[in-house]
């Protein structure tokens, strides 16, 4: 099993920047893909990026393209969502996730294990 505990959300005003930290216990950490998807109120889980098991690869959801940057160091058995230039939109509670294997997809349901989540709050 994998352990993940999400931390780094918040309120914060348009424009303004947050970083989440994602830290995994369990298994090696290296295994696994990252991803991190989020869900607001009313709506359906979303995409938001995917890091690959040594972080050469990542991908982003067109919505956070440019803005979010996706990173981890498996060293400390931690990943990373450096959120800039924030808008009211992105207003979700945050989630990252686990794939083993050695993809990095956007599908949800191809993921083992999640965290608990934290609430990003974007005031305008």
């Known amino acids: 099993q994998v352990q993940l505990v999400e931390s780094g959300g918040g309120l914060v005003q348009a424009g303004g920047s947050l970083r989440l930290s994602c830290a995994a216990s369990g298994r090696t950490f290296s295994d696994y893909a990252m991803g991190w998807f989020r869900q607001a109120p009313g709506k359906e889980r979303q995409f938001v990026a995917v890091i690959s098991r040594m972080g050469w690869s990542t991908a982003y959801a067109d919505s956070v393209k440019g803005r979010f940057t996706c990173s981890r160091d498996n060293a400390k058995n931690t990943v990373y969502l450096q959120m800039n230039a924030l808008k009211p939109e992105d207003t979700a509670v945050y989630y990252c996730?686990?794939?083993?294997?050695?993809?990095?997809?956007?599908?949800?349901?191809?993921?083992?294990?999640w965290g608990q989540g934290t609430q990003v709050t974007v005031s305008s």
């Open positions: 996730a686990t794939y083993y294997g050695t993809r990095w997809p956007q599908n949800g349901y191809e993921y083992n294990y």
